[in-house]
């Protein structure tokens, strides 16, 4: 069954303000990874959380992990109009010798000047 | 100099062409993966190999046939096109070991529209 469900689906918001976008996923995992996509681009990584850790910083993102709630969220503080994009959360598959990732559906983020 | 390169970056076919998809990575990963990505945004693994060894294969017609023929390239081939194969395929990369293991790297993209 699909793994990291983000909501919400689409936020438009102010340049300035702050976004929050959140995942839940179904299975244990070992981590959990943020990623970003621009318009037409691949995906490029922004942060992994490891499932023993609660808050992780990177710049302007925040993102925690609640292993008991399976769910994360990833704030974008001080939002800029280049922060337009899609992101998504993403989990190792489980029980594959890979290392391949299960995708959310993507929270697409409009930030307007 | 990119990391993750894949060609070409658009495709547009007929129903019932075959048709390949070139990636090659300049990271010295051992692990290459195809994803696909359909009109909703929605990404799902379809094939991974490490070091020119097949270790997933997520259930995807045998029409899709990948080759990899040194550990630095990951080829897609398929045959007989149809409409619902229509989608973005990115390839994309990452380490086997150490810390980085699970973030990968993924090229542009290639767009293939079947008519």
């Known amino acids: 069954s699909q793994q990291g469900e983000e909501d919400p689906q689409a936020l438009s918001i102010q340049e300035g303000e702050n976004a929050t976008m959140n995942c839940s996923y179904k299975?244990?995992?070992?981590?959990l990874q943020w990623y970003r996509q621009n318009s037409g681009r691949g995906l490029v990584h922004l942060i992994l959380i490891r499932s023993n850790e609660r808050e992780k910083h990177s710049g302007r993102l925040r993102v925690t992990l609640d292993t008991s709630k399976k769910s994360s969220s990833l704030l974008i503080t001080a939002s800029r109009a280049a922060d337009t994009a899609s992101y998504f959360c993403a989990t190792p598959k489980p029980h594959q010798a890979g290392t391949a990732l299960i995708f959310g559906k993507g929270t697409t983020l409009s930030v307007s000047s | 100099d990119t990391a993750v390169s894949q060609t070409p970056k658009y495709l547009v076919t007929q129903m019932g062409n075959d048709k390949s998809i070139k990636c090659e990575q300049n990271l010295g990963h051992d692990t290459m993966y195809w994803y696909k990505q359909d009109s909703k945004k929605f990404l799902k693994i379809m094939f991974s190999?490490?070091?020119?060894?097949?270790?997933i294969n997520e259930t995807v017609p045998n029409r899709f046939s990948p080759k990899s023929p040194d550990k630095a390239h990951l080829n897609l081939h398929i045959n007989s096109l149809e409409l619902g194969d229509s989608a973005v395929y990115f390839c994309?990369?990452?380490?086997?070991?150490?810390?980085?293991?699970?973030?990968?790297?993924f090229g542009a993209g290639t767009r293939l529209s079947v008519l």
């Open positions: 299975t244990s995992i070992n981590n």
């Open positions: 994309a990369s990452s380490q086997v070991r150490g810390v980085a293991k699970n973030i990968q790297y």
């Open positions: 190999y490490n070091n020119k060894e097949l270790i």
